[in-house]
């Protein structure tokens, strides 16, 4: 079996997480007895900058054939982040109708929280974030540019089928986790597109009568990520809210450099994406210190969704095992002073 792949590496520290960790994707597959194929394509802020684009005009039709896409990373200090989000990321997680964003949340063992009394194991959550419409969605309009009358409009759109898609989702993973789910909103202030989702829920929670549903309002839902995390096991929310809990989430679990995410398309006639949280730092590129880790545990999430579990887990694996080594090497956000090569270096040795 061949897969093909589609590597986007993007800007900044994207580069060099992508390029740092093609031998391990390549190592698992040889191990598992399958193979990828790799097209790389420069795409990002360079383009932006030098063509006005940060994608050419048939970039969707050039992906779409693609078993996945493993991204780097988005972002330039000399283009505004709404223009870089819109003009490479959210078009392809619509274009695909990628409505599932998977990021979990993991404290491994050996790796320090920011929180008093977490050991590795005690966190473990997941969080399920809408990925196409919500608070995302580019309906709106900005009038009266410059006067003293100028007026922004933003509109969230929650659609019946978008919401049911991320909500039975996440019930989903629920039944194969700890059959607790929580879901987050802000019911309390928005009183149609959120209650409207809390309807959602509701009416899917009857399908799933043995998963036991919490809800919190976002503000709570913060505050309890930071004060008690491990009471946590999967979390549904829009698009905004699931896109700051996540954070929240990568920071209290040990570091934005162990973050990865999926961003599926779940009924499977598109490519799904898969990318490290953490960004395109660019105060730390081409220092040779970006922590590839979330990469390496992003592509363990593209290896079990095309199917491989087993090459999957060897990934996964390979990453618990060595932040669990106290002599391992570690880049400088775990504390450690190796850079992205020694710490890739190693885990293919583990492997």
């Known amino acids: 079996m061949t897969y093909e792949i589609a590597l986007l590496p993007g800007d900044?520290?994207?580069?060099?997480?992508?390029?740092?960790?093609l031998p391990l994707l390549e190592a698992a597959a040889d191990r598992h007895g399958f193979s990828v194929e790799t097209t790389r394509y420069g795409w990002g802020s360079e383009r932006y900058l030098e063509e006005g684009s940060m994608m050419p005009d048939d970039a969707i039709e050039t992906l779409e054939?693609?078993?996945a896409i493993l991204?780097?990373?988005?972002?330039?200090?000399?283009?505004?982040?709404?223009?870089?989000?819109r003009g490479m990321m959210l078009p392809i997680r619509k274009a695909f109708d990628q409505q599932v964003c998977k990021r979990p949340s993991v404290l491994f063992e050996g790796v320090e929280s920011p929180l008093r009394g977490y050991e590795g194991g005690d966190i473990d959550f997941v969080v399920y974030r809408e990925n196409t419409e919500g608070e995302y969605a580019d309906i709106g309009g900005h009038e009266h540019r410059g006067y003293g009358h100028e007026v922004a409009v933003q509109t969230a759109i929650y659609t019946r089928a978008g919401t049911e898609a991320i909500v039975r989702a996440a019930f989903e993973e629920a039944t194969e986790r700890d059959g607790h789910l929580t879901n987050v909103t802000k019911s309390n202030a928005q009183a149609y597109g959120m209650v409207f989702w809390d309807q959602v829920v509701e009416e899917v929670a009857?399908?799933?009568?043995?998963?036991?549903v919490d809800r919190l309002l976002v503000d709570a839902a913060s505050m309890d990520l930071v004060r008690r995390?491990?009471?946590f096991d999967v979390i549904v929310a829009s698009n905004l809210f699931g896109d700051i809990l996540t954070d929240i989430g990568a920071i209290v679990s040990g570091s934005m450099g162990l973050a990865p995410s999926a961003n599926i398309n779940v009924e499977g006639h598109s490519p799904s994406m898969f990318e490290p949280v953490h960004g395109s730092a660019p105060d730390i590129t081409g220092q040779g210190v970006a922590n590839p880790l979330a990469t390496v545990l992003s592509v363990s999430m593209l290896y079990d969704h095309l199917?491989?579990?087993?090459?999957?887990?060897d990934l996964w694996d390979a990453v618990a095992e060595q932040l669990a080594d106290g002599d391992a090497p570690r880049t400088p956000d775990l504390g450690g002073e190796s850079g992205t090569t020694?710490?890739?270096d190693d885990l293919r040795s583990r492997l």
């Open 65 to 67: 054939p693609y078993d």
């Open 12 to 21: 900044g520290i994207g580069v060099e997480v992508v390029d740092a960790t």
């Open 71 to 85: 991204l780097g990373a988005v972002g330039h200090p000399d283009i505004p982040d709404h223009l870089t989000l």
């Open 307 to 313: 199917g491989e579990e087993a090459a999957a887990a």
């Open 342 to 344: 020694a710490v890739v």
């Open 229 to 231: 995390p491990d009471e």
């Open 206 to 212: 009857e399908e799933y009568p043995e998963v036991e």
